[in-house]
């Protein structure tokens, strides 16, 4: 994973083109699920756009074409582990009396169509956006950033800041949102083990609409 070519500026320009996005799906005449996936669309096409006319290729960001495949293969397996685990933990608690569905239980749309979009935007569009920018720019410049300084405490730190600005996007009145406290060091972690961005986008996916198909259920 290089992440030597995420300068500053390509930062600030992801930061800003994500504001942007918002604003302009947000002035829509479209459904919330429309703007949100709208704004995720956008954010995708421009940031690899930038990346890939100023900074000559995905490579800084994790999506070498030498590692895609690879990635891919490994978050399948990395979802099944992940899966088998959360499966136990969720035994664990239900013997204690804790029922963990109620847990991760979240709203679903209410029509056919619209869940078959909250599929398609939360399942994969969404997390392909997030995982380019909070793993592939943020996780990457910090660590890059702080190997300067820290060294060997660069790669902790950095999982623990970019985990934190991931979370702080999505928490609610509700409190800290786990599933996402959770999943966010995993998506570094594996993203640092494995050198590809495709290993967290599967690993974030796969998650997601496992955790929709709970709430359907």
Not at 109 to 126: E, H, Q, R, T
Not at 140 to 152: M, T
């Amino acid at each position: 994973m290089d992440t030597e070519k995420i300068s500053p500026v390509l930062l600030v320009f992801a930061i800003g083109i994500i504001f942007t996005a918002e604003i302009i799906a947000h002035q829509l005449p479209v459904s919330p699920l429309m703007k949100t996936g709208t704004a995720r669309c956008l954010e995708i096409v421009l940031i690899l756009s930038i990346f890939k006319w100023f900074n000559n290729g995905w490579d800084a960001i994790g999506l070498s074409s030498g590692y895609i495949a690879s990635g891919f293969k490994k978050g399948i397996i990395w979802s099944a582990g992940f899966g088998i685990i959360a499966a136990m933990m969720g035994a664990m608690l239900f013997l204690s009396g804790i029922d963990p569905f109620k847990l991760l239980q979240g709203r679903l749309p209410d029509s056919k169509m619209n869940i078959v979009l909250f599929y398609i935007i939360g399942g994969v569009i969404a997390p392909v956006a997030e995982e380019i920018f909070f793993r592939g720019i943020v996780y990457g410049f910090i660590k890059e950033v702080l190997w300067k300084k820290i060294n060997k405490w660069a790669i902790p730190a950095a999982v623990v800041i970019s985990t934190y600005l991931f979370v702080t996007a999505h928490q609610t009145s509700a409190g800290i949102p786990l599933p996402q406290l959770v999943g966010g060091i995993v998506f570094c972690v594996s993203y640092e083990l494995e050198k590809s961005l495709m290993t967290p986008i599967v690993i974030h996916s796969l998650g997601n609409m496992a955790l929709f198909t709970i709430s359907f259920l």
